[in-house]
T-cell receptor, first 118, second 114 residues
Framework: AQKITQTQPGMFVQEKEAVTLDCTYD???????LFWYKQPSSGEMIFLIY??????QNATEGRYSLNFQKARKSANLVISASQLGDSAMYFC???????????????FGKGTKLTVNP | DTEVTQTPKHLVMGMTNKKSLKCEQH?????MYWYKQKAKKPPELMFV???????INESVPSRFSPECPNSSLLNLHLHALQPEDSALYLC?????????????FGPGTRLTVT
């Protein structure tokens, strides 16, 4: 069984500073991937970044980067130069098992609520 | 166009009503998903249509019934719901249901069952 853990229920950061959101996972699979999503108060889930287990480089996407430490089974999201609009819930997710019918299932961690202060 | 649309935005229904939630994408994606999200919880996957073949989360009660009329449209039919079914229902799509493809989500339908 796989498991996603986000240990920080809430984080605060000053505008323009960097912040790291933690995510650890547990899997016995050799091939897997980690996703990060952002959910503002409006409710829509926004895809931020993806890291595959065989990717040699840490994923980066604009101000988002992933600190992927495979041996530690951690995939922390780093947001650089925080903006007020970054205030939201952030979910780490990975594929876990299959549904009846065969499709893979994306499972989310409990999330971290990030608040960016002016 | 990376948009997934959902209607209605809000829905209030009684326990004896029948209603449907609708979702549409025009990205040519071949996988579409329904998620349920309770307040302060992560989304939970309910159903997946991959190339119009259905996969089911066995924990979802039969009062929820998905339908995929074509690869761009996804419906969720609701019948005899309970107050605990009140939640945000999110639709998503992806290029493929396989590992590595990100899902694009719609804005959700906030459902209240009275």
């Amino acid at each position: 069984a796989q498991k996603i853990t986000q240990t920080q229920p809430g984080m605060f950061v000053q505008e323009k500073e960097a912040v790291t959101l933690d995510c650890t996972y547990d899997t016995s699979d050799q091939s897997y991937g980690l996703f990060w999503y952002k959910q503002p108060s409006s409710g829509e889930m926004i895809f931020l970044i993806y890291q595959g287990s065989y990717d040699e480089q840490n994923a980066t996407e604009g101000r988002y980067s992933l600190n992927f430490q495979k041996a530690r089974k951690s995939a922390n999201l780093v947001i650089s130069a925080s903006q007020l609009g970054d205030s939201a819930m952030y979910f780490c997710a990975m594929r876990e098992g299959r549904l009846q019918g065969g499709s893979e299932k994306l499972v989310f961690g409990k999330g971290t609520k990030l608040t960016v202060n002016p | 166009d990376t948009e997934v649309t959902q209607t209605p935005k809000h829905l209030v229904m009684g326990m004896t009503n029948k209603k449907s939630l609708k979702c549409e994408q025009h990205m040519g994606h071949r996988a579409m998903y329904w998620y349920k999200q309770k307040a302060k919880k992560p989304p939970e996957l309910m159903f997946v249509y991959s190339y119009e073949k259905l996969s089911i989360n066995e924990s979802v009660p039969s009062r929820f019934s998905p339908e995929c009329p074509n690869s761009s449209l996804l419906n969720l039919h609701l019948h005899a719901l309970q107050p605990e079914d009140s939640a945000l229902y999110l639709c998503a799509s992806s290029q493929s249901a396989r590992l590595g493809y990100e899902q694009y989500f719609g804005p959700g339908t906030r459902l209240t069952v009275t």
